[in-house]
């Protein structure tokens, strides 16, 4: 038997498959013609369409926030967003999100890539600052999806975490999936898991913290976060996956800090429209910085 045919077309297409299976539902997905089902299984020699619809206009009222940007054209925008800051509405979040901002910002944004997240093809937990990458035309959303979906965006990531890491260097490989008991929270999961790889490297050894440099091989929700306290050395701050001995040594030993001290530095992709290779360097905060020292550029 074939292949899905949600699973298919997000394939081909990088469209996330939540969005396929939307579009399926909605009639824009033929399989010779005929709609079917998300659970239809593809079979040689199908001829399979795709039609994007119209973008549709958005009841999100945009908001005049202050953005930090570091690159923009007619296709992107590259941000460094603050820590605090979430990325799109979502339950208990209607307003002050950085989409809030993006429609007041660009006018042609409304719809593109969807309702709820136009033109966002990538997030940051909403303590984590740095680079972000937006799209700006649907063109530009479906080349951007397509290489995070397979893996072509290099990204580099800045960490303080607790406690001191005895190899220079390392790659934590574990599979990541949802807590059965809540489903709000990530964690290690051998059986039913997403395949995760990070790579770390020790770039300073801190009273009672390390500062890391951190690579993904993969783009799964809170990873890095989830694999270095899977290693017992969660990152500093972080009120969920910290756990209580960390939490209790930070109130006694180190400075206090109001947010994890995660922060995604750079930020690399072939330009959609373009194809050249771009890459991207958010200022590291002052909060951070306050901890960590001051950091290379050449790193």
């Not at 979906?149 to 303080?160: D, G, I």
């Not at 890095?224 to 969660?234: D, E, F, M, N, S």
Request: charged share 30%; proline share 5%.
């Amino acid at each position: 038997m074939g292949r899905r045919l949600d699973v298919f077309v997000s394939e081909v297409s990088g469209l996330s498959r939540a969005r396929v299976q939307r579009l399926i539902e909605e009639g824009h997905v033929l399989v010779d013609g005929r709609a079917q089902k998300a659970r239809h299984r593809v079979d040689a020699g199908e001829s399979i369409q795709l039609h994007l619809p119209p973008t549709i206009p958005l009841e999100l009222i945009p908001e005049q926030i202050s953005l930090d940007i570091l690159y923009e054209d007619d296709d992107l925008i590259v941000l460094n967003k603050p820590a605090g800051m979430v990325v799109h509405p979502g339950a208990g979040r209607r307003s002050g999100t950085l989409v809030h901002a993006l429609l007041a910002h660009c006018e042609r944004l409304p719809g593109i890539g969807g309702v709820e997240r136009p033109g966002i093809v990538h997030r940051l937990d909403r303590d984590t600052s740095g680079a972000l990458v937006v799209a700006k035309t649907e063109v530009a959303h479906f080349s951007l999806s397509g290489q995070f979906k397979a893996r072509m965006v290099k990204k580099r990531y800045l960490a303080l975490v607790h406690g001191d890491l005895r190899q220079e260097h390392g790659r934590i490989e574990a599979p990541i999936g949802r807590r059965e008991h809540d489903r709000k929270r990530m964690g290690v999961r051998i059986r039913d898991g997403r395949e995760a790889r990070t790579i770390y490297r020790v770039l300073r050894r801190l009273p009672g913290m390390t500062l890391l440099a951190l690579d993904l091989e993969t783009g799964r929700t809170h990873q890095i976060r989830v694999h270095l306290a899977h290693i017992g050395h969660p990152v500093v701050g972080d009120q969920v996956y910290g756990g209580r001995r960390e939490r209790r040594r930070a109130a006694s030993d180190e400075p206090s800090v109001e947010r994890q001290m995660l922060h995604a530095w750079r930020l690399a992709f072939s330009h959609p429209t373009r194809g050249v290779w771009v890459e991207f360097s958010a200022p590291i905060p002052r909060d951070f910085l306050s901890l960590s020292g001051p950091v290379s550029d050449e790193i």
